[in-house]
């Protein structure tokens, strides 16, 4: 007996959206198949819109010859249709795709004439780009022109005008170019972008004859940015045209642009006809030594600054430098000493908690660690509510406990946890507590826990600081909460779930511990190594 087949075939209107969504989803073969069958059998309300549908699904696929044979078709059967300007649009980016341009820039007219405004100037832009791809440098200037004529937002608009001032340039019109660069510099905010195109103009100028304007931009250029290329060749075409500059500033663009033994040339000239000079120049003559290798000149440069103007802020600046050049020649001893040096003659400088901060890791990393430990419990006790002073204060106080000294340890995290904020107040707190607790202080650990809970109240250690507080095991839900586990999964997958998911919060041994029993090596946890190797030896809250 035949069989009916009872698989449901969509009703015609359906079948348009039910194509469309497969088109939606990338099931373009599918959509395909739809639109053909509407083309096909439909009723005659719904070829046409399956008819464009053939042709957009044809285009996505990348079927480029095939998406324009069924454009054709559309815009052949329905001259008339709403979607007809957009096949004449998306049948020209299938010609683009398949490099026939002068087909692609016809539709794109077409398109045009259809509908002259929406993305006019867009289009404009795509013809001018064929046509310059074609070698036809003066429709494709007309062509940008009418783009930037249409309209639109600034960021494109400045781009667009680029290609207008670069075609201009081919057609030989200097002074149109300039044009364009002019108005891209009345709205362009980026520093590097406009001594690009001030650049660009000053080059388009000089090729016009305006000479003296020409020179005029790139003085603009040499002076107003120097740390960019272009007023390193605004330098070099000035001195050709044996155009004034001062040796200063050639200087700061020689610094800038790495030509450090120019500009050293250039500041000694600077200080031959200024010799008590400024700080700013001897901190530039100090640097450009040390960036080729000169550690004693640029050290003497920086004192120069030191000794001649003590009092000006660059003054700890100075020091600062001399203890990285020192640090950069590996002289650390030194380095270390220069440091604590600044902190002693400029207390009030901004500098000054760095300096101290840089001096106490200097003597941790020699060994020096009673030097290390006096520096950081000075850095804490100078500058309380400085980030260096806070992250001082905790090192070391793990370089004490390191050394045995827990007393020493509770004072630096006793600052800790009343000068920091935040994180690093309830770390501090958090600590202190522990080890008061360990020393059977008590009321004491309870303080400071209090302290903690309230320092970063959504924190890892002030949560931790509130289980200590209530007595319970770290990471234990309230009593509110009671989750029930399948204990059947604990040995298996779940148990190398829960590990990775100990891991990801810093929990090593617990999740070592989740792993054990389970057969299966510890896996690269989140934060690296593997659960065994890279978190057995962290210690848990």
């Not at 494709?140 to 005008?161: K, M, P, T």
């Not at 802020?313 to 430098?321: G, H, R, T």
């Not at 008590?442 to 002030?462: C, I, K, N």
């Not at 999740?511 to 593997?530: D, I």
Request: net charge negative.
């Amino acid at each position: 007996m035949p069989t009916l087949d009872v698989t449901a075939t969509p009703a015609p209107p359906d079948a348009l959206m039910v194509a469309a969504r497969h088109m939606r989803n990338g099931n373009y073969r599918a959509a395909a198949a739809t639109f053909e069958q509407l083309v096909n059998a439909g009723p005659d309300d719904l070829r046409a819109d399956a008819a464009f549908g053939l042709g957009e699904v044809a285009l996505r696929m990348g079927e480029y010859g095939t998406a324009v044979t069924r454009f054709t078709a559309f815009v052949e059967a329905y001259p008339a249709d709403p979607h007809t300007a957009l096949a004449y649009f998306l049948r020209a980016d299938a010609h683009y795709a398949l490099n026939q341009w002068s087909l692609a820039a016809d539709d794109y007219r077409r398109y045009l004439n259809l509908r002259p405004g929406r993305i006019g100037s867009y289009v404009h832009e795509r013809i001018g780009d064929i046509q310059a791809a074609l070698g036809q440098p003066a429709d494709a200037l007309n062509s940008y022109l009418a783009a930037i004529d249409q309209g639109r937002a600034a960021a494109g608009l400045l781009g667009l005008r680029e290609k207008a001032a670069s075609t201009s340039l081919n057609l030989g019109d200097p002074r149109g170019a300039a044009q364009q660069y002019e108005a891209i510099l009345a709205q362009a905010r980026n520093m590097e972008y406009q001594a690009d195109i001030t650049s660009r103009l000053a080059d388009a100028l000089l090729q016009a004859g305006e000479t003296q304007a020409a020179y005029d931009r790139y003085a603009e250029v040499f002076e107003a940015y120097a740390r960019t290329p272009q007023a390193f060749q605004a330098m070099l075409k000035l001195g050709e045209a044996g155009r004034s500059t001062t040796a200063y500033q050639r200087g700061l663009v020689s610094y800038f642009n790495e030509a450090y033994q120019a500009a050293l040339d250039s500041f000694y000239a600077h200080l031959a006809a200024d010799p008590q000079g400024s700080p700013v120049i001897y901190m530039y003559i100090g640097m450009a030594h040390r960036a080729l290798g000169a550690p004693s000149e640029a050290i003497q440069a920086f004192q120069e600054v030191v000794n001649r103007f003590p009092d000006d802020p660059l003054a700890s600046q100075a020091f600062l430098e001399q203890g990285r050049t020192l640090f950069l020649t590996g002289d650390t001893a030194n380095a270390a000493l220069r440091y604590q040096e600044l902190g002693e003659a400029y207390p009030n400088a901004p500098e000054a908690p760095e300096a101290l901060w840089r001096a106490a890791y200097l003597f941790e990393t020699r060994g020096e660690n009673e030097r290390a430990l006096a520096s950081y419990e000075i850095l804490g006790a100078s500058y309380p509510g400085a980030q260096q002073a806070w992250d001082g204060l905790w090192v070391g106080a793990q370089l004490a406990r390191t050394l045995g000294d827990d007393a020493r340890a509770q004072r630096l995290l006793n600052m800790l946890a009343n000068s920091g904020k935040g994180e690093m107040q309830a770390k501090g707190a958090l600590w202190l507590g522990k080890l008061r607790a360990a020393a059977g202080d008590m009321e004491g650990a309870r303080a400071a826990w209090t302290l903690g809970a309230q320092a970063d109240p959504d924190g890892y250690y002030s949560l931790r600081c509130v289980d200590h507080l209530l007595g319970r095991p770290p990471f234990d839900p309230p009593p509110s909460l009671q989750l029930t586990f399948d204990e059947g999964a604990r040995g298996g997958r779940g148990g190398g779930v829960a590990a990775q998911h100990l891991c990801h919060h810093g929990r090593g041994h617990a999740a070592v511990a989740a792993l054990a029993g389970t057969g299966r090596r510890p896996a690269p946890c989140a934060r690296g190594g593997t659960l065994a190797a890279g978190l057995a030896g962290v210690r848990e809250g």
